[in-house]
């Protein structure tokens, strides 16, 4: 598990110590979290022979440079804590993670152009400038047995930058091996109802930066090969740097879907926030 946080000094005194206490049962070590970037911290912590449901528990503790240290922690008292989960997740740093590529996508450290959501290893469409014209590219996870699950999600962290309308990425779900796939809908929805390249709702434009994507599989409870397909497509002309994909995972978790299409039974739908 790796854990992190993002921590500014109002005082200016300079943050001197990160640290998190992490508890299994009562066993409780305290282990430094080293500066990944400004304002950013973490550390990866391995436990031995985790079982499912098992709860690990947490406080994240910071101390400044002052003569006599300023200290603070998450939360402001008690514990934070979560459970393991069946599933898998991929942070792509050591390795890319397994998944299939075809038609573009690749893995390995975006810098200068884009700086990774955690670590320096993602995998991206163009690593070295602006994806290519006319791509259709596909990025494969699986497949996934779901057999036991008793909810699903998959999650991962995203950037992108293409040309708005035009080119995106959406995506897909096979139960055949790939020989049919079914458009997947995302929390919140696209941002986009339909993209020019393929006719069919897709993210495009400027993410803003990294933003998380989470997309429920429950549908798919119980698909011994479940496959999952990030799909990238553009046109002819106008590019961008294209999609970046870090953090990737498939786990027993219910995703909490804002609900869509929702209208009022009395007053005026415009009013109802």
Not at 129 to 153: C, H, K, Q, R
Not at 164 to 189: I, R
Not at 219 to 224: A, D, E, K, Q, W
Request: glycine content about 12%.
């Amino acid at each position: 598990v790796v854990f992190r946080a993002m921590i500014t000094d109002n005082l200016d005194k300079g943050i001197d110590a990160v640290r998190v206490l992490h508890a299994r049962g009562n066993d409780e070590t305290f282990v430094t979290m080293p500066s990944t970037g400004t304002d950013q911290y973490a550390a990866k912590v391995v436990w031995p022979s985790l079982q499912l449901g098992e709860p690990i528990r947490y406080p994240i503790q910071v101390a400044d440079s002052a003569t006599v240290p300023n200290l603070a922690t998450f939360p402001d008292t008690g514990w934070s804590e979560f459970q393991i989960v069946r599933g898998f997740g991929r942070d792509f740093e050591e390795s890319d993670g397994g998944l299939a590529a075809e038609g573009g996508w690749e893995w390995g450290n975006p810098e200068p152009l884009v700086q990774a959501f955690s670590g320096q290893n993602v995998w991206g469409t163009s690593l070295d400038g602006f994806y290519t014209e006319n791509m259709v590219a596909s990025l494969i996870v699986g497949p996934l047995d779901l057999s036991n699950f008793t909810s699903a999600g998959f999650y991962f962290q995203h950037y992108y930058d293409t040309e708005v309308f035009f080119d995106g990425g959406a995506v897909w779900a096979s139960t055949d091996g790939g020989a049919s796939w079914v458009p997947l809908n995302p929390d919140g929805e696209y941002p986009l109802p339909a993209l020019y390249a393929n006719n069919e709702p897709g993210y495009s434009g400027d993410s803003g930066g990294w933003t998380q994507a989470a997309f429920p599989l429950d549908i798919y409870l119980g698909v011994p090969n479940l496959l999952l397909k990030l799909e990238f497509q553009s046109d002819e002309a106008v590019g961008g740097l294209g999609w970046f994909v870090d953090d990737l995972e498939v786990v027993e978790r219910q995703v909490l879907s804002r609900p869509l299409e929702l209208t009022a039974q009395s007053g005026k739908d415009g009013q109802v926030p």
